[in-house]
């Protein structure tokens, strides 16, 4: 779901740099409004009119609406055309979606070479989404050579601007020696930042590092505690992991371990 503030840029950038966008902004204003109020399908009319007046973030808001079936059906060859019309005008969220739909062939063949050019052009604007995205497609190897040490270039950009999946990507880079020089407890540190914020393949990998004393010096109390809350978030591999540690734990050790979990979940949702 596209937000507020991130439309908002886009009415400060393009009312100020091209004048003849004031005429639209009190139909783009009506449509961020609607949106707002879950009325979509006053959004999808109001965004439409300024999108055809060549507004690159009614053509974005279009895009996005046609792409989740927001105000009206599904319609993923018009969510196509919309993004594709805002991405040529520079919109990074449009060139990010596109991106996407080109790696995943959402509406469009499948086509990694594609995915990759438009994921760049948002990465290059800054937009921490696609440089994690774009980390992705250069550590596996698809639509460019695999190059582990510009998928780290890229993860740690957007792990830079707090990105919790690039945080969790960097510390396994680093975990593993991928682009970057083997560094266990700089791993351990990229993972914190991305299970403090929720992130359950980063709060099991740090359960790990706790439990076997990598990065961080052992602790089974706080390796059992992140794993609880990965499980409790809906990570399943954090129950066996759990069940494996239990007997090398004594009952007031787990008894800490799950108050620490209840403690950091009633904290963090």
């Not at 439309?7 to 004031?22: H, K, S, W, Y």
């Not at 783009?28 to 507004?55: C, N, P, S, V, W």
């Not at 520079?90 to 790696?103: K, T, V």
């Not at 409790?232 to 787990?254: C, H, S, V, W």
Request: zero cysteines; glycine letters at 10%; aromatic letters at 14%.
């Amino acid at each position: 779901m596209f937000t507020r503030w991130i439309i908002q840029i886009f009415i400060i950038f393009l009312f100020t740099a091209v004048p003849v966008l004031n005429l639209a902004r009190a139909d783009y204003e009506k449509g961020l409004k609607a949106y707002d109020q879950g009325d979509y399908e006053t959004a999808l009319k109001e965004f439409m009119i300024d999108a055809y007046r060549g507004h690159a973030a009614a053509q974005f808001n279009l895009g996005y609406m046609y792409r989740w079936g927001e105000g009206g059906p599904q319609d993923l060859t018009k969510a196509i055309h919309w993004l594709r019309l805002a991405a040529d005008q520079g919109d990074a969220y449009a060139q990010f979606h596109l991106g996407i739909m080109y790696a995943v062939g959402e509406g469009v063949p499948k086509n990694d070479t594609e995915g990759v050019r438009w994921l760049r052009l948002a990465a290059d604007q800054g937009y921490p989404d696609a440089q994690n995205n774009l980390g992705i497609m250069y550590s596996d190897g698809r639509g460019v050579p695999q190059d582990y040490i510009e998928a780290a270039r890229w993860y740690s950009r957007a792990a830079a601007y707090g990105l919790p999946g690039a945080q969790y990507n960097l510390g396994r880079m680093y975990d593993n020696g991928w682009g970057v020089a083997q560094d266990t407890a700089e791993a351990a540190r990229w993972y914190r930042r991305a299970a403090d914020q929720g992130n359950p393949p980063a709060q099991l990998a740090l359960g790990g590092m706790y439990a076997n004393g990598e990065g961080v010096p052992e602790n089974n109390v706080l390796a059992y505690m992140w794993w609880s809350v990965a499980e409790t978030l809906g990570y399943k591999g954090a129950l066996e992991n759990m069940g494996l540690l239990r007997p090398f734990m004594t009952f007031d050790q787990i008894s800490e371990a799950e108050r620490l979990a209840q403690e950091w979940l009633a904290e963090h949702q």
